[in-house]
């Protein structure tokens, strides 16, 4: 199955998950504008992942953590792609946190879609993607973030969709819904991590993989 099918498909499953609010958002932007816009393709062999950054909790003053990430990519005569390694060591009260990001410039519309080739391996199943807008860094700003859970095992990469609704800003870790929603139109930073869970239902630790081809996007209205 193609990229192209790819997205058709997953178009249809992501609107039809919508709530009813974001459905008329949709609605009335349209038609897809475009047929993908490539984020990143780690099968290119003029791929360079040295400017990927690693954000892990052992970047805090107090009560450091001790967990780590990185980028990196696999490669041989016959294929290349992208490895997330992380590993989560959770501290007093169970919170750690593991990941990598990346600035980039990515004009999108209001209701567009991304999609994500990859397969998890190891012990942990719930990754996340991080966008930030407008050149905010710092803890200062919100991230938008949005969890989505991969499988581990299997012979096959496979496709994972979720649209810019799917995105909830937080500070500091915190659901803050008092903030600007996510300009979509002016996204500056693009991250992936591995968190403990501390406030899920979920809880992980432990060493994790995430293989990745790519990640793309499509424009709606």
Same mark, same amino acid.
């Given at each position: 199955?193609?990229?192209?099918?790819?997205?058709?498909?997953?178009?249809?499953?992501?609107?039809?998950?919508?709530?009813?609010?974001?459905?008329?958002?949709?609605?009335?932007?349209?038609?897809?504008?475009?047929?993908?816009?490539?984020?990143?393709?780690?099968?290119?062999?003029?791929?360079?992942?040295?400017?990927?950054?690693? @954000?892990?909790?052992?970047?805090?003053?107090?009560?450091?953590?001790? %967990?780590?990430? =990185? +980028?990196? &990519?696999?490669?041989?005569? /016959?294929?290349?792609?992208?490895?997330?390694?992380?590993?989560?060591?959770?501290?007093?009260?169970?919170?750690?946190?593991?990941? @990598?990001?990346?600035?980039?410039?990515?004009?999108?519309?209001?209701? %567009?879609?991304? =999609? +994500?080739? &990859?397969?998890?391996?190891? /012990?942990?199943?719930?990754?996340?993607?991080?966008?930030?807008?407008?050149?905010?860094?710092?803890?200062?700003?919100?991230?938008?973030?949005?969890?989505?859970?991969?499988?581990?095992?299997?012979?096959?990469?496979?496709?994972?969709?979720?649209?810019?609704?799917?995105?909830?800003?937080?500070?500091?870790?915190?659901?803050?819904?008092?903030?600007?929603?996510?300009?979509?139109?002016?996204?500056?930073?693009?991250?992936?991590?591995?968190?403990?869970?501390?406030?899920?239902?979920?809880?992980?630790?432990?060493?994790?993989?995430?293989?990745?081809?790519?990640?793309?996007?499509?424009?709606?209205?």
């Amino acid at each position: 199955m193609d990229c192209k099918l790819f997205l058709v498909i997953a178009s249809v499953v992501v609107l039809a998950s919508l709530d009813l609010k974001n459905q008329a958002a949709a609605r009335s932007c349209g038609n897809v504008r475009s047929e993908g816009i490539t984020v990143f393709n780690f099968t290119d062999v003029n791929t360079d992942v040295s400017d990927w950054v690693e @954000v892990s909790d052992n970047v805090r003053t107090t009560i450091v953590g001790q %967990s780590k990430a =990185t +980028l990196v &990519l696999q490669k041989n005569s /016959a294929f290349q792609r992208g490895i997330f390694f992380g590993l989560l060591n959770p501290q007093v009260g169970g919170a750690c946190f593991a990941g @990598v990001r990346h600035p980039i410039k990515l004009e999108l519309a209001p209701a %567009s879609l991304f =999609t +994500l080739l &990859l397969r998890a391996q190891g /012990a942990l199943t719930h990754f996340k993607v991080i966008l930030r807008h407008h050149g905010e860094l710092g803890s200062k700003f919100p991230t938008y973030e949005h969890t989505f859970e991969v499988p581990t095992g299997g012979d096959e990469l496979r496709p994972v969709f979720f649209s810019i609704f799917e995105f909830k800003p937080y500070t500091n870790g915190t659901l803050n819904m008092d903030v600007d929603p996510l300009d979509a139109s002016d996204i500056t930073d693009f991250g992936i991590q591995v968190a403990g869970g501390v406030n899920e239902d979920y809880k992980q630790s432990g060493p994790a993989t995430l293989e990745i081809d790519w990640i793309s996007a499509a424009n709606y209205c």
